[in-house]
């Protein structure tokens, strides 16, 4: 049997077109990225979509999984992810090296974003996500690695 050396999607592009819907064509040729696109779409809208041929649902307790240093954008570099209440929300931390600036991202149902306050232990901050799960978080000389994260909805 012949192994092929096929890159997966980063984490970064997977997120991106969960949450648009988008279409990439490296997910007709990679089953892998194809299981994380269609586990992560039904986490988002929390139902089952209608699945492509040759697809197969995704398992509820889905991780994204971690991709090597070399399948990740050279601009960005992932920090931190916390997973809470049981995988339905997903707190990711991104540094954007160009801007030198930490970005965080909530992975989740879209109609809490704006009832959500996050808060790291450490930081004096609160934080919520605008309409597309997105919170500037600050310099990324901050250390966010040992961080506690704790979510207050106030919906």
């Known amino acids: 049997m012949t192994e092929q050396n096929i890159s997966h999607l980063s984490e970064l592009r997977l997120v991106q077109i969960a949450r648009s819907g988008e279409d990439d064509p490296h997910?007709?040729?990679?089953?892998?990225c194809r299981e994380q696109y269609v586990a992560l779409r039904e986490m988002l809208l929390g139902a089952p979509q209608e699945q492509r041929a040759g697809t197969h649902p995704g398992d509820s307790s889905f991780r994204l999984a971690a991709q090597s240093e070399a399948d990740t954008d050279e601009d960005q570099r992932w920090r931190q992810t916390w997973y809470l209440e049981d995988g339905a929300l997903v707190i990711r931390v991104i540094e954007e090296t160009e801007k030198q600036r930490l970005t965080g991202f909530c992975i989740g149902d879209p109609e809490r974003y704006a009832a959500l306050r996050i808060r790291f232990s450490g930081l004096q901050d609160v934080f919520t996500p605008d309409a597309q799960g997105r919170?500037?978080?600050g310099p990324s000389s901050i250390e966010i690695e040992p961080m506690r994260?704790?979510?207050e909805d106030r919906g």
């Open 27 to 32: 997910l007709y040729e990679c089953a892998f």
């Open 149 to 151: 994260v704790d979510i």
């Open 135 to 137: 919170f500037d978080i």
